[in-house]
């Protein structure tokens, strides 16, 4: 099993920045892709960025691509994302998760993580 934590969140004007981590307990997570997603009120959970296991690859909604960077720490045991140059419209909460199939690809699906984080809230004022 795996314990996902997240951090970070926070309410911010408009054209500001936050970084939200991610930290992993209970096993390591140095071998799985992992992601962040959002969910603002009323709407469906959704993809917003993925790596892989080494860092090497990454994935990006086209929402969020140029102004979101994801990497992660594995010695950490660490996820971070880092949001420059917010909007209002990226309010929401904010989740990591973690596949536990070791050969996974990055996935934008929900379905395809099997450990999730409970969340933390991100508010964009304009």
């Known amino acids: 099993q795996v314990q996902l934590v997240e951090s970070g969140g926070g309410l911010v004007q408009a054209g500001g920045s936050l970084r939200l981590s991610c930290t992993a307990s209970?096993?390591?997570?140095?071998?799985?892709?992992m992601g962040w997603f959002r969910q603002a009120p009323g709407k469906e959970r959704e993809f917003v960025a993925g790596i892989s296991w080494s860092g090497g690859s990454t994935n990006y909604a086209e929402s969020v691509k140029g102004r979101f960077t994801i990497s992660r720490d594995n010695a950490k045991n660490t996820l971070y994302l880092q949001m420059n140059s917010l909007k209002p419209e990226d309010t929401a909460v904010y989740y990591c998760a973690a596949r536990r199939n070791l050969v996974a690809g990055i996935s934008t699906l929900t379905s395809a993580y099997d450990y999730w984080g409970q969340g933390t809230q991100v508010t964009v004022s304009s």
């Open positions: 209970g096993r390591t997570i140095s071998t799985s892709v």
